[in-house]
């Protein structure tokens, strides 16, 4: 089976611009994640998507968004970007919640100046 | 609310020795756990869970974990260190009244001299 891929791999952004992240699952998964991963904050947990509900919100403010189309393929888009986004974003998706393992994409590294 | 606390930001260890990197968690409810290692410029792969039954789990790369539940520990072992096995690890926890989110920890660099 192929991978979770994410595009683009990445971005430079400026201030204010907005951003929309994709994210591609393994075939058969229904779950998808987003985290942020800096040096500083560790991996923060942005949001979770199944069947196309978001089902879990980390805190983060309302600028960040995402949703998941019917293929259970996601996106996810930062709104009014800051300097403080700048990060490394990462997918993950899972055949459920719970008890399964997440499988994690490569990531898109997003510069904002 | 769910946390996890890796107290050592690094580990070192000396190539054929014994490793141990440290997680302790917090959960409402039972805990499902979880470790995953990040590679340099690679991204991160699982490597073994606890949900429940025994207490000692086994993963990939000869690596195995030992659920505590009396400590809320869940320290991540390997009876040989291999110079390979420097990565940076995460330990996870979910709990099964919120499964949908995943804690991570703030990962522990492992670096394995020669």
């Given at each position: 089976?192929a ?14 611009q907005?951003v ?16 942020q991963?800096?040096?500083?904050q ?14 879990n ?8 968004s ?12 930062v709104?009014?970007l ?13 055949y ?18 | 609310?769910?946390s ?11 190539e ?25 410029n ?11 039954g ?8 000869g690596f ?8 809320t ?10 110079v390979s ?9 979910r ?6 989110k995943?804690t ?5 660099t492992?670096?394995v001299?020669p």
């Open positions: 089976k991978g979770v891929t994410q595009t683009p791999r990445y971005l430079i952004k400026t201030r204010g907005q929309t992240l994709s994210c591609s699952p393994i075939s058969g998964h229904r779950s998808v994640s987003w985290y991963q800096t040096p500083g560790g991996l923060q947990f942005l949001f979770e998507y199944f069947s196309e509900t978001q089902r919100k980390g805190n983060f403010p309302g600028r960040f995402g949703r998941q189309f019917s293929n259970s393929r996601s996106e996810m888009n709104s009014t800051e300097l403080g986004d700048s990060a490394l974003y990462l997918c993950a998706s899972s459920g919640t719970g008890t399964n393992e997440q499988y994690f994409g490569p990531g898109t590294r997003l510069t904002v100046t | 609310a769910q996890v606390a890796q107290p050592e930001d690094q580990v070192n260890v000396a054929g020795n014994p490793l141990t990197v440290k997680c302790t968690y917090s959960v409402s409810g039972n805990p499902y756990l979880f470790w995953y290692v990040q590679y340099p690679r991204g991160l792969q699982f490597l073994l869970k606890y949900i429940t025994d207490n000692l789990v086994k993963g990939s790369y195995e974990a030992e659920f505590n539940k009396s400590q520990s869940f320290h991540l072992k390997k009876p040989s260190a291999l096995d420097s990565a940076l690890y995460f330990c996870a926890v709990d099964n009244t919120n499964a949908g995943s991570f920890g703030d990962g522990t492992l670096t001299k």
